[in-house]
């Protein structure tokens, strides 16, 4: 339906990632589907992720990216920092209105918050990694979850909207987006100087080397505390300096997209917003966060004339980790995915130091 005329009005005002993940959205939270007990999401995460990693990363052009210049790292830093200081900030205004939400103990808030810092800064595994550090009761950490899933989806819907309409948004900026679009071109035309017909063969090779390394990620990763999407994103970069990057030619990327979009499907399941109502004061919290963290990115964004598209890629590396990065990359283009995968890795590398930094200004506000 994209390309027929009404359909491209459409398109042009909503962007057809943004339709893949409200749509389901919208049915879990008028109860059209029931994904309480749904495999859906580990799946997702666990297969079609690191498939899509390993996809888009066999034809990165390093090169590019490196060529990108220092302000993708200067609003990627700037994003871990929104939310470092956001926590303690949020929690000291909410309880000037709740204090009890303070608490003592095992069931401190900050405790309880430090694992919302890990997953926003660099995700699940930092977040499970947050958990057993800090010791937060189970029986309290879904109201977290619920925090950490409706806040960091209600902006992932705002930048998505945002990358349909980037170029206003660099305007406004006062950005020169003309690095991100030569990248954007040269990715593209080496993709179009390889393609080829594919033949039965080239696609039970392609499907057979990616859940190889599908299978070999999680291998490694039980042993390295789950960082099966790192083990993938890096045989992706290690298959891009071989001739396992002519596989681009019968669309690796492309299958990559496609694993991205049921990502992003899966993703909106996620998202019930009549959720908000079950824990409002932490609810709270995580809105005031997260204000705070678009605020100094938008503003550092300003001061320094980035562009938008490293304002989103930036933020999403943070929060929403691997999962997200290469998503909202994708919304700007296909070709600018990995951008978002090598952000993501920054961002696991760095989640748990910064959130166990969070934490600790958290507790000094109880």
Not at 28 to 35: Q, S
Not at 91 to 112: C, H, K, N, Y
Not at 192 to 210: H, M, P, Q
Request: glycine share 10%; hydrophobic share 60%.
């Amino acid at each position: 339906t994209r390309d027929r005329p009404g359909w491209q009005r459409f398109y042009v005002f909503v962007p057809i990632i943004l339709v893949c993940y409200l749509v389901p959205s919208l049915m879990t939270t008028f109860g059209l589907i029931d994904v309480s007990e749904s495999n859906l999401w580990p799946v997702a995460k666990d297969y079609f992720l690191p498939a899509a990693l390993f996809l888009m990363t066999l034809s990165i052009d390093i090169k590019g990216i490196l060529g990108l210049g220092n302000k993708a790292i200067v609003m990627f830093l700037t994003a871990t920092v929104g939310i470092v200081l956001g926590g303690p900030l949020a929690l000291w205004i909410v309880a000037q209105f709740e204090p009890s939400i303070i608490g003592s103990g095992d069931t401190a808030a900050w405790r309880g918050l430090a694992t919302l810092a890990g997953s926003w800064i660099g995700g699940g595994a930092n977040q499970t990694a947050m958990l057993e550090v800090y010791g937060y009761p189970l029986e309290g950490f879904a109201a977290l979850l619920a925090v950490d899933i409706i806040v960091a989806e209600i902006w992932m819907v705002f930048l998505l909207y945002g990358a349909g309409a980037h170029e206003r948004v660099d305007k406004w900026l006062g950005a020169d987006s003309s690095s991100i679009a030569r990248l954007r071109d040269t990715m593209a035309d080496y993709t179009a100087s390889i393609e080829r017909v594919a033949k039965a063969n080239d696609y039970v090779l392609l499907f057979g080397v990616t859940f190889a390394i599908v299978g070999l990620a999680h291998l490694l990763g039980g042993w390295l505390g789950g960082w099966f999407v790192v083990i993938a994103t890096t045989a992706g970069l290690a298959a891009s300096f071989t001739r396992a990057r002519e596989l681009e030619g019968i669309g690796a990327s492309k299958f990559g997209v496609l694993f991205i979009f049921l990502l992003v499907a899966v993703i909106g399941t996620r998202m019930d917003v009549t959720k908000i109502a079950d824990a409002p004061a932490f609810m709270a919290i995580g809105f005031i966060w997260m204000l705070f963290h678009v605020i100094l990115l938008l503003s550092v964004a300003k001061i320094i004339k980035a562009p938008f598209f490293f304002v989103a890629v930036g933020s999403k590396a943070n929060i929403g980790g691997a999962a997200s990065a290469p998503v909202v990359a994708a919304a700007f283009h296909p070709a600018l995915a990995p951008v978002g995968v090598l952000l993501a890795v920054l961002g696991y590398a760095l989640g748990t130091y910064g959130a166990i930094l969070c934490a600790q200004m958290m507790a000094a506000v109880g």
